[in-house]
């Protein structure tokens, strides 16, 4: 597999979704933007795009502005535009099935339920990609006020945690492989 080009992080677009459980991809994204000295800018490409150099490696960033269910759309125009192959792009999202803190780097696979993720592989027409999945713990009640809703003030320092967490998988998927990043960022935790 070639290197990483492109990072996406899933999202719903809006102050109101700033801080929810669904928007871990984005905030993610935010924190890799701020550590390089990148501002993402409005495209006609249905998302926000900054652009980082991680040691030589020049990576785009992008969060779709076409709300989680329809991310999909973005990622293609994405691909398109910048003639890339899905193969080469990391997915970021949040996901109910590992709990709060957990991080899981993987090759390719399903969407897992997850609506976002559903977009973009019928949008793309393949689950050959890599992902990050950042645990967000499932409810007992309904899980879409979970998702929307925000971290617990009992969460934040594990939630902080993990997108910090997260965004060192990222740079490791970067600057080395996403095998070595496997072997570093799916442990248990």
């Not at 490696?57 to 973005?74: D, I």
């Not at 590992?98 to 949008?123: D, M, N, T």
Request: net charge positive; proline share 5%.
């Amino acid at each position: 597999m070639a290197g990483i080009k492109l990072v996406v992080g899933l999202g719903n677009p809006g102050p109101e979704y700033v801080g929810t459980r669904h928007n871990v991809g984005f905030a993610v994204l935010d924190r890799l933007a701020s550590i390089y000295g990148a501002a993402f800018k409005k495209t006609r490409l249905k998302a926000l795009v900054a652009v980082i150099r991680v040691d030589d490696l020049t990576v785009t960033l992008a969060k779709p502005q076409t709300f989680m269910n329809l991310s999909g759309r973005a990622v293609r125009s994405l691909l398109q535009a910048h003639r890339l192959s899905p193969d080469v792009m990391l997915m970021v999202y949040d996901d109910l099935d590992l709990r709060l803190g957990q991080l899981r780097l993987l090759p390719r696979g399903s969407s897992g339920g997850h609506k976002g993720a559903e977009s973009v592989i019928a949008a793309v027409g393949t689950t050959e990609f890599p992902r990050l999945r950042i645990g967000i713990g499932r409810p007992d009640g309904d899980a879409a006020d979970y998702v929307l809703s925000p971290f617990l003030p009992a969460e934040a320092e594990t939630a902080s945690a993990v997108i910090d967490r997260a965004v060192a998988a990222v740079e490791c998927v970067i600057r080395e492989d996403l095998a070595r990043a496997m072997n570093k960022f799916n442990r248990r935790w």
